[in-house]
């Protein structure tokens, strides 16, 4: 029991491993196998190694933006660390009032059909050793129990299948880091796994495979959006670059489509970011250092203006004309002004930052119902405080678009929109470059924007019509790029309602062109 107490009691930091991935490292000394590559579309890419990353893929050819280089499946699947009510059987998020406890091991799933499926079957067993249901998570609050889950699943592989144990047991885990950590979560998992529910499994065994999983899983989703992680065997060779030219696309399956966002030259190393594009540098530090153990140095990471963004500092209290850089002293990071010298913490930046993010909380923060004026008076004082690059800014930018649709019928709040959504495109063309999904998502809404505005442009009778047919011009030439990067999405693809939404507002705008057009020539 005070395992499972751990377990509650401690405030998960692993929701790394459900956002980020990691390649495993291969280093001669992690005594790895090597990984097979036959099963996957090898003329695009290969295996390249030496001392500093271990095992990583390069591009064997030329490769242009936009290609499938391979399809990846997982080799396990689990919930995330972390997690809401997780159907053990179809991985969907259980509607917390339809709840249905397993009659063997009491875990929740979302019908009788799953707790008879064959994924959910071995692992009831090992749990229902529990007989005093501990370790079941009881409330719909997000669970740090389902931590277990995918341990269990890659213990029982040993038996159910060794040729995928052999690959799991091989990949590197940071074992000995994580051990120094004294991380409780490893602690409270590895303890009741070995100790009472997988006899048959040493400490070390567990401890080794808890932390191949932290160290190569990614988090994906299911079909309604449970949050899950999965070990895929070629994602995981690949490097970390925050500024990634591989884009990673999910399938409803639950498999990966690796595929290059930019044009790539030969024996470049294929590359995705572990902590996301849009984490601010130290979250990105604290991420890479505590999970996988190695610091970034990656071009990004390298310059203090992060490519002239700025996107983790903003400018200085006393001159309010230059910006903070970090300054790294006898292990300290300060930020000082590259003028006037004016310093600041890591803890004064991330309560500036906090004092505005919490404001995201609250449902009333635009206003009920919105408010266009009082979006644009929040967004200024954003930008005041920080910068149009920062990533404050690109936080409470991201929520005011989605309440501005709302307000598709104010002039002001399309004009807002536009230049909102404008802003996050330039933010994406540099983080996210290239035949990316959040960038071509930026630029459909982008495109819709500017159609909505043209449309409320038109009906003012001091329109002028030159500058409409501009704004529709951008509307059909942002709609034409988005859908030539999601022209690679298929049917069932996470994308497809996007992708409609994007070819439905281009009729809409070609119409509307031709409207225009027999304006100006009457």
Not at 54 to 70: C, F, N, T
Not at 133 to 161: F, G, K, W
Not at 476 to 489: A, K, P, T, V
């Amino acid at each position: 029991r005070k395992y499972i107490r751990s377990i509650i009691d401690v405030k998960m930091q692993l929701n790394v491993s459900q956002d980020q991935s990691c390649c495993s490292c291969c280093l001669p000394q992690h005594k790895c196998v090597s990984y097979n590559l036959k099963s996957c579309n090898t003329k695009y890419f290969k295996i390249a190694s030496n001392q500093e990353n271990g095992q990583y893929l390069v591009a064997d050819e030329y490769l242009q933006a936009g290609i499938v280089l391979a399809t990846d499946s997982p080799l396990v699947v689990g919930p995330g660390a972390w997690s809401n009510l997780i159907c053990l059987g179809c991985n969907d998020v259980i509607d917390k009032h339809a709840v249905q406890s397993c009659p063997r091991c009491h875990w929740p799933m979302c019908s009788e059909s799953c707790t008879n499926n064959s994924v959910h079957l071995p692992e009831c067993e090992i749990l229902a050793q529990d007989e005093e249901h501990q370790t079941a998570p009881e409330n719909y609050e997000p669970s740090p129990l389902y931590d277990l889950i995918m341990v269990i699943r890659c213990l029982l592989l040993r038996s159910q299948n060794p040729n995928i144990w052999n690959m799991i047991i091989s990949m590197v885990s940071h074992v000995e880091a994580r051990m120094e950590t004294h991380e409780t979560q490893q602690s409270a998992t590895v303890r009741f796994i070995s100790n009472y529910l997988m006899k048959d499994f040493d400490m070390k065994t567990v401890n080794h495979i808890r932390g191949v999983i932290l160290t190569n899983s990614i988090g994906i989703q299911s079909a309604n959006g449970g949050r899950l992680r999965a070990i895929y065997p070629t994602v995981r060779l690949l490097n970390n670059n925050c500024i990634p030219n591989i884009q990673l696309a999910p399938k409803r399956d639950l498999s990966i489509e690796l595929r290059s966002a930019v044009d790539i030259e030969p024996n470049t190393p294929l590359c995705i970011s572990y902590t996301g594009t849009l984490a601010p540098l130290w979250e990105r530090c604290k991420i890479l250092n505590n999970n996988y153990f190695f610091s970034c140095q990656c071009n990004r990471c390298e310059d203090l203006t992060e490519c002239g963004t700025y996107f983790s500092t903003h400018k200085c209290n006393e001159c309010k004309e230059k910006y903070l850089e970090p300054n790294i002293w006898l292990g300290e990071v300060k930020w000082q002004c590259i003028r006037c010298k004016n310093e600041s913490t890591l803890s004064d930046i991330e309560l500036k930052m906090n004092q505005w993010l919490g404001r995201l909380e609250f449902i009333d923060m635009f206003g009920v119902p919105p408010s266009p004026r009082r979006i644009e008076n929040i967004m200024r004082k954003v930008e005041a405080s920080f910068h149009k690059n920062h990533y404050v800014w690109l936080m409470v930018a991201q929520v005011a678009v989605r309440v501005l649709v709302e307000c598709r019928t104010n002039l002001l709040g399309c004009r807002l929109r536009c230049e909102l959504w404008k802003q996050l495109v330039n933010i994406f063309n540099i983080f996210e470059r290239g035949h990316t999904r959040r960038r071509a998502a930026g630029l459909v809404e982008l495109g819709l924007a500017y159609f909505d505005l043209a449309q409320l442009e038109i009906k003012e009778d001091s329109a002028y019509m030159p500058h409409v047919q501009n704004m529709v011009n951008q509307s059909l030439s942002h709609l034409e790029e988005g859908l030539q990067i999601l022209s690679i999405e298929l049917q069932d693809s996470p994308m497809e309602g996007i992708k409609r939404e994007a070819k439905a507002g281009r009729s809409q705008v070609l119409k509307l062109s031709e409207k225009i057009q027999e304006k100006l020539e009457n």
